[in-house]
């Protein structure tokens, strides 16, 4: 099972490039790899879609374009978006 504290280190890194934009780290990157690996399941990626929203949701400055392109910037097929107006139970 996916929880959010996993998910949370997971993508720790990456808060200033989702804040700020530019290039995600190595280390960001390596992040959303591990969360596309934990996310096998349906039910894997809502809860890994919902832990993703809940932390979103904790920083008004993201910027949800930055986000939403982390997957393609870090050249990882990510079948969670990152965004905070996710309907994750669509997944």
């Known amino acids: 099972?996916?929880?959010?504290?996993?998910?949370?280190?997971?993508l720790s890194p990456c808060i200033p490039y989702l804040l700020?934009?530019?290039?995600?780290?190595?280390?960001?990157?390596k992040g959303v790899s591990a969360i596309k690996?934990?996310?096998t399941t349906t039910d894997n990626k809502r809860n890994a879609c919902k832990c993703v929203k809940t932390a979103a949701a904790r920083y008004p400055s993201l910027k949800d374009e930055v986000a939403q392109a982390l997957p393609d910037k870090c050249q990882?097929?990510?079948?969670?978006?990152?965004?905070?107006?996710?309907?994750c139970d669509a997944i």
């Open 20 to 29: 700020g934009g530019g290039t995600p780290t190595t280390d960001c990157c």
């Open 76 to 87: 990882v097929k990510l079948d969670i978006p990152i965004s905070r107006n996710t309907n």
């Open 1 to 10: 099972d996916i929880d959010c504290k996993t998910v949370d280190s997971a």
């Open 37 to 39: 690996d934990m996310s």
